[in-house]
């Protein structure tokens, strides 16, 4: 069946794909990726060819970051790799000139991949394999992201991959196991592709114990043998360096050397009644090394059989401590989001930022900056900062390498910043990450050695920028709630002063002209509408901010109440509960129901009015007219209002008090056509 494979490339040499390719694959060809979008999400592989010789690797990998993508890439360039190449998001780099062959063969093996750590390993190994091809094995030991793709193939050194590895590709398997074994250059024939081939392989045709010994020896897993009463017959070299012990000290003892004390005994008895039993064991143990330092491994024990009697074991460990530490990183800077939280300032959320990075990441240097004034303004250098670097400037959006990070809201990791123009103004530090606080800042974070940081770290610092983005947008809306608030409760304060001083004075002359004409009636009645007006703009305004220290609250009683205060002789109350307790505020909640029954009563011509639970809140219910469907939604809307005298204010206040509690409030119809309004995820604390 035919196979996409999608060729992007602005220099295309026709002959090396039409020789490269096998005819089984389809191809479509193009010079950039701008126009070919959906061609992306059918391809098996993607071939970026970029043709500029001469082009800065950093450069390169900044166009390789808009075509990755789920399917395998392979990057065929003239750049020149650094140990950006092990970062680079790409599947296989091949360096320019390449011919048919090799292009052929690099598009054979990726066919031949899934996704998985099979994918990774001979990911890994390629791009080290090109690197190496550049530097000394002494240069290779000075790049920290050169010694973690080392490690990483150790721990992909699975039986169950290399055996898989030396189907595909036998000489992607040496070169694995060379990387792991430290032996980088020398002593082998180059391929073209940068790859070298195989020495010292066994010419048999059945090379199964080859491959085992392969296997145990290069594996990133420490492997024991031992014999049925657990005594140690043989540990591979990952053993020795987990546990700092030489296979010398430890064959013909037992695994007890490693205890820690962590385990009881019980918990090795069900280990042993496990193993004894025929079947495999699977867990976690902290263990000891001789200088007292613990460490975690995930372990796996499988019994091998003979004549159905366990013969002896095999143990497999994995090094978990770096996750379990990185795991109680992230948990310590959840955990911290109660301070952030509890911060009153931008710049003390910068300063509890900064000491999480500090205490819990433990890295020293760091600057946290946040964007006033159309500005990124540095409100937190920590003492090492201090000490290393010069006064940290105050940028512009866009403006060095923090601005920059920030205008393109994409986190940067700097290996050595000396490298970039400006780069050197930062000596000593020159390893650096920035990751923004969305709109709000941008975090800046250093260490003094080049490549000092990794993916994992990225990942706890954008943790750390998830929390103040957090911490930060709610400090800006308490802000402009605060804002709001005090806009209206000036607003409120002045309309009150206005009105109420003329108001009294027209009461006071009103009161002597009781006997002159009929009309002071409907004089007096305007008076009482306007102190109405004024009481239901100052409790509006009062009635929004939230509900901070809500207490039990009877809503029977509370109901009952406030009926003696607008009840009429017609009109009934029916408490349906004897006690329904809710948590919230008396006084506003007073307002709630006294707004609700003169509702129904006044405008509602209710002759009953019910007050009940519901799971999880309450309804206030009445058997009057009702509110049309069509003007359910607009009723709480300020101004609303079915009768000439109406302020338009009730309701509205009925909304504010509910959402002060966090309460839904929303109106039906009630079970005899009048208004029902329903309050739901009030804090209940018993019905009945």
């Known amino acids: 069946m035919d196979r996409d494979v999608l060729v992007i490339d602005d220099s295309v040499d026709y002959r090396v794909y039409e020789t490269g390719l096998d005819q089984s694959y389809s191809y479509t060809l193009a010079g950039t990726a701008d126009e070919i979008d959906p061609s992306f999400t059918r391809s098996d592989v993607v071939i970026y060819g970029h043709g500029q010789s001469g082009m800065a690797f950093q450069d390169l990998k900044e166009t390789v970051q808009d075509v990755a993508g789920s399917y395998y890439l392979l990057v065929v360039a003239g750049a020149e790799p650094t ?33 998985g750590d099979l994918r990774e390993a001979v990911s890994l190994t390629r791009k080290a394999r090109v690197l190496g091809a550049t530097r000394s094995s002494a240069e290779l030991e000075q790049i920290p992201a ?9 721990d992909l050194a699975r039986p169950e991959v290399l055996c898989e590895l030396e189907r595909i590709d ?14 980088t250059d020398g002593g082998q024939a180059p391929l073209a592709d940068g790859g070298k081939t195989g020495a010292g392989r066994p010419e048999s045709d059945d090379i199964s114990p080859w ?41 013909g003892h037992t695994p007890r050397v490693l205890k820690s004390g962590e385990h009881d005994e019980a918990f090795y008895e069900t280990l042993w009644d496990t193993i004894g039993a025929g079947d495999v064991w699977q867990g976690e143990l902290v263990n000891e090394r001789p200088d007292g330092e613990r460490y975690v491994i995930e372990q796996t024990i499988a019994p091998l059989p003979r004549d159905d009697e366990p013969r002896g074991y095999v143990a497999i460990n994995t090094d978990i401590t770096e996750k379990r530490r990185r795991e109680g990183k992230v948990k310590a800077l959840h955990e911290g989001t109660r301070d952030l939280l509890s911060a009153d300032s931008p710049s003390a959320v910068a300063a509890e930022v900064g000491a999480a990075i500090e205490s819990i990441l433990e890295f020293r240097i760091n600057v946290i900056r946040v964007l006033q004034d159309g500005e990124l303004q540095p409100v937190h250098v920590n003492d090492k900062a201090e000490e290393l670097l010069s006064e940290r ?96 409760e000036q607003f409120a304060s002045t309309v009150s002063h206005d009105l109420r001083n003329p108001l009294q004075v027209a009461k006071g002359t009103l009161s002597q002209l009781d006997d002159c004409t009929a009309g002071i009636d409907r004089m007096r009645q305007a008076h009482e509408r306007m102190e109405e007006v004024i009481e239901g703009v100052l409790t509006l305004t009062r009635q929004g901010n939230r509900v901070e220290d809500p207490a039990p609250v009877d809503l029977s009683a509370v109901a009952r109440a406030c009926w003696t ?14 006690s329904l307790v809710v948590s919230g505020d008396d006084t506003r909640l007073k307002h709630l129901f006294e707004n609700l029954f003169r509702n129904a009563v006044t405008h509602g011509q209710a002759s009953t009015v019910r007050v009940g639970a519901l799971d999880g809140g309450f309804y206030v219910a009445d058997d009057g007219v009702g509110i049309p469907p069509e003007d359910r939604d607009g009723v709480f809307d300020n101004g609303y209002t079915t009768s000439e005298d109406g302020t338009g204010l009730g309701l509205t206040i009925v909304e504010e008090i509910a959402h002060a509690h966090d309460w839904a409030v929303s109106v039906t119809e009630s079970e005899t056509g009048g ?14």
């Open 83 to 115: 140990p950006a190449l092990l970062s680079l998001p790409c599947d296989d780099y091949l360096r320019k000139p390449v011919d048919g062959t090799t292009l052929g063969r690099a598009v054979d093996r990726a066919m031949a991949l899934g996704d």
């Open 146 to 154: 050169f010694q973690r793709v080392r490690r990483r193939l150790r």
């Open 170 to 183: 036998a000489d992607v398997l040496s070169a694995q196991l060379d990387l792991i074994r430290g032996t």
């Open 211 to 251: 491959k085992f010994r392969e296997a145990v020896e290069s594996a990133g897993h420490a492997v024991v043998f031992t014999d049925r009463d657990g005594v140690i017959e043989y540990v591979n070299p990952a053993f020795e360096e987990l546990t700092g012990y030489a296979a010398a000290e430890v064959v």
């Open 393 to 488: 400037p105050t940028y512009e959006v866009g403006e060095g390498f923090p601005g920059e990070a920030f205008e393109d809201q994409r986190a940067s990791i700097y290996t050595d910043i000396r490298d970039h123009d400006g780069g050197t103004e930062l000596e000593p530090v020159v390893s650096w990450l920035y990751v923004p606080i969305s709109d709000y800042g941008i975090i800046s974070v250093g260490q003094t050695e080049p490549d000092a940081f990794d993916e994992t770290d990225l990942n706890l610092v954008q943790i750390v920028a998830s929390n103040a983005e957090i911490a930060l947008e709610r400090l800006q809306k308490e802000r402009e709630l605060q804002r709001e608030n005090e806009r209206l």
């Open 565 to 578: 205060h607008v009840s009429s002789s017609e009109t009934e109350l029916v408490v349906e509960e004897d």
């Open 675 to 688: 208004a029902r309004f329903e309050f739901l995820a009030a804090n209940q604390y018993r019905d009945g």
